[in-house]
Structures are given as structure tokens and as C-alpha cells.
């Protein structure tokens, strides 16, 4: 599976961005689907997930009620809708795959295939 993430760029706090991650080489309809996040200096932390069977989880208190993650399994592809946005928020934000459809979605080694990362500014 290759992921292609786009839709990152410089914003103002407050507004909005979507990213996407389009996959290719297979249908990712049966793969549990990730967002993370890695600011400068940083971890890579988790942000979203969505399961195979479309259940969703964006517990961090640090985007919880801002962002949103959704599938178009007829595109093979994720978003991620990102409100609110505030100067913390920026990084390198990186989609995931999980063919194995792990229990745990919420460690980055949960994930076999990883998209290039598409960058997210902030600015206050």
C-alpha cells in the first residue's frame, strides 16, 4: 500500500485545513487508517484513527472537538478535518495503514505502511 498525504499549509489560528491520504496499490477498505503528528524536536504522537469497520477515535484532549477523521473507501482515501486550529497543532502530520487490523490503533506500531507526511503551519 502507498499513502500519499496532502492538503497541509501555512494557516492562521483558528482556521480550518482538511488533509487526505489517497492510497494506492490496494483498497484500504479492510485496513484500520491513522493520523500522526510530529512537531520539531518532537515524537511522533497519535492524533486519529478510523477502523476498518468505520469507528473513530480522536482521544487526545489536545484535538478533541476540533479535528475529525473520515474514510471514502470508494476513493481510498482518509481525511482529516482539522478546526479550530491553534499554533500547537503545527507539524508534519503523517497517515498510516494497519492491514493487520491490530487491536490497539492508537500506537504508531500498530501501522505497516506510513504516507510521506504533509506539513501543517500555525501561525498565532
Known amino acids: 500500500v502507498q499513502l500519499q498525504a496532502s492538503g497541509g499549509g501555512l494557516v492562521q489560528a483558528g482556521d480550518s485545513l482538511r488533509l487526505s491520504c489517497a492510497a494506492s496499490g490496494h483498497t484500504i477498505n479492510r485496513y484500520n487508517m491513522g493520523w500522526f503528528r510530529q512537531a520539531p524536536g518532537k515524537e511522533r504522537d497519535f492524533v486519529c484513527a478510523i477502523r476498518w469497520s468505520g469507528s473513530r477515535t480522536c482521544p487526545a484532549d489536545s484535538v478533541e472537538g476540533r479535528f475529525a477523521i473520515s474514510r471514502d473507501n470508494a476513493k481510498n482515501t482518509i481525511y482529516l478535518q482539522m478546526n479550530s486550529l491553534k499554533p500547537e497543532d503545527t507539524a508534519v502530520y503523517y497517515c498510516?495503514?494497519?492491514?493487520?487490523?491490530?487491536?490497539?490503533?492508537?500506537?504508531?506500531?500498530?501501522?505497516?505502511?506510513w504516507g510521506q507526511g504533509t506539513l501543517v503551519t500555525v501561525s498565532s
Open positions: 498510516a495503514a494497519d492491514g493487520r487490523r491490530q487491536v490497539t490503533i492508537t500506537s504508531a506500531r500498530s501501522y505497516d505502511y
